[in-house]
């Protein structure tokens, strides 16, 4: 999944955390409520603007975040 053309982040829309495709959701909304136990059933029917892909889309930009994130031990 490329998630580059579905995951934006602009300064002055959710102080610049990154949301899907402009909207005002984020992508820490989806990853909340998936791990609260809701289904991507529930979430689409709660914001019919989304689509399955904007939550896969989700799920890939956070795998690749936890890919690139530094150990840094002391």
């Given at each position: 999944?490329?998630y580059?053309e579905?995951i934006?982040?602009?300064?002055?829309?959710r102080?610049?955390?990154?949301?899907?495709r402009?909207?005002?959701i984020?992508?820490?909304?989806?990853?909340?409520?998936?791990?609260?136990?809701m289904?991507y059933?529930e979430i689409l029917?709660?914001?019919p603007?989304?689509?399955?892909?904007?939550?896969?889309a989700?799920?890939?930009y956070?795998a690749?975040r936890?890919?690139?994130?530094l150990?840094?031990?002391?």
């Open positions: 999944m490329n580059h579905r934006t982040i602009e300064p002055g829309k102080s610049g955390k990154p949301c899907i402009g909207m005002r984020t992508v820490y909304d989806i990853l909340s409520y998936l791990a609260s136990g289904t059933q029917d709660d914001f603007d989304l689509t399955q892909e904007d939550i896969l989700c799920l890939s956070a690749d936890e890919r690139q994130t150990l840094i031990q002391v």
